[in-house]
């Protein structure tokens, strides 16, 4: 008897576990891991989500622009990098005229160090660089060793030299003018040795750790419009920051200095345009007849900025395309 019972209960735990390994058996083999089930005879791959652009920027690119006039040049530094792109005559140079004056403020706050200047100093820097006046530059210049002498062998004043050495620059020199050799506004740059300015004083090798970002500051808050000119003094706010996309400016301050100058001895405007994020370093120089007005270069500069966003604004988005069916 006890061994009859033992042989039915062994039965019975056999039929048993058949019966829930049958189960657990079909679902593997129907594919039932957490997935639809398997009815179809397999599962479907989601579609990959949409790649997110890259954030705008300025980038190299081909830049065509009507331009009627005796110069035109660009050039644009990529500061992760440090490779420039631009127009082919990118190394040839034009008077500097007031972009000048970010480098003369970044000279002589370096100079000081740790020190801090004058009230009236330190206000007429900023003057300097937000109206663009000249007679608050003059206090700056004379102040960093800044002279209107005329050095021997066409040496440029030692604060240009300076700007020459710490930043790198190979096509600046002394200004050619007859009689103004010595002035800071008829320094000679190219656009190349403009954006290795702007990359200066970005990575603070131009106002040193303590006014690195003072000056990038007054940069960032240049003000006036094109009509807002004066004889010493001028707005200075346009150019290639109305050529940008709000895309790009929301991403950090864009800090600017241009420079402009209608000057009799040629006829012609000098204008100048330099911007500089964290990101590049842009500049475009230029000379034209007087009779084109300012707000012509100005739009020049916007012309040449906007050309080269990437990607430009209403660009469609581009979706990896992947296959989409069952296992």
Not at 1 to 9: G, Q
Not at 78 to 94: L, P, Q, V, Y
Not at 280 to 292: D, E, F, G, H, I
Request: hydrophobic share 40%; proline share 7%; aromatic share 8%.
């Amino acid at each position: 008897m006890r061994s009859r019972v033992t042989m039915v209960l062994a039965v019975v735990a056999v039929l048993l576990g058949g019966v829930l390994l049958v189960p657990a058996a079909y679902a593997r083999l129907a594919g039932d891991d957490g997935g639809e089930g398997g009815a179809g005879g397999g599962s479907s791959v989601a579609a990959p989500a949409p790649t997110p652009p890259p954030p705008p920027t300025l980038a190299a690119g081909p830049v065509s622009v009507n331009f009627k006039g005796e110069f035109f040049s660009w050039a644009l530094m990529d500061r992760a990098t440090g490779e420039i792109s631009g127009s082919k005559n990118m190394a040839s140079t034009s008077s500097t005229e007031s972009m000048i004056k970010a480098w003369i403020v970044s000279d002589y706050l370096r100079e000081l160090g740790d020190k801090k200047p004058s009230d009236a100093l330190l206000k007429a820097a900023s003057r300097a660089i937000r109206d663009s006046d000249d007679t608050a530059a003059n206090k700056v210049w004379a102040a960093t060793g800044g002279s209107y002498r005329v050095y021997p062998n066409g040496q440029p004043n030692p604060v240009i030299k300076r700007a020459i050495s710490i930043c790198g620059l190979t096509d600046t020199k002394r200004g050619n003018v007859s009689g103004y050799e010595g002035w800071w506004s008829f320094t000679r740059m190219s656009p190349r040795d403009a954006v290795r300015l702007g990359d200066c004083i970005a990575d603070g090798r131009a106002a040193g750790p303590t006014w690195t970002k003072w000056v990038l500051t007054e940069m960032s808050k240049v003000r006036g419009s094109v009509s807002d000119q004066h004889a010493t003094y001028g707005g200075g706010k346009w150019g290639i920051v109305d050529g940008l996309p709000a895309s790009i400016k929301a991403q950090g301050p864009v800090s600017i200095k241009n420079g402009w100058t209608p000057l009799m001895y040629d006829g012609n405007w000098h204008v100048n345009c330099l911007a500089v994020t964290d990101k590049w370093s842009l500049a475009v120089m230029m000379r034209y007849p007087q009779k084109s007005g300012l707000s012509y270069g100005a739009k020049v500069c916007a012309s040449v900025a906007s050309q080269l966003v990437t990607p430009q604004p209403g660009a469609a988005l581009k979706v990896p395309q992947q296959p989409v069916g069952k296992l």
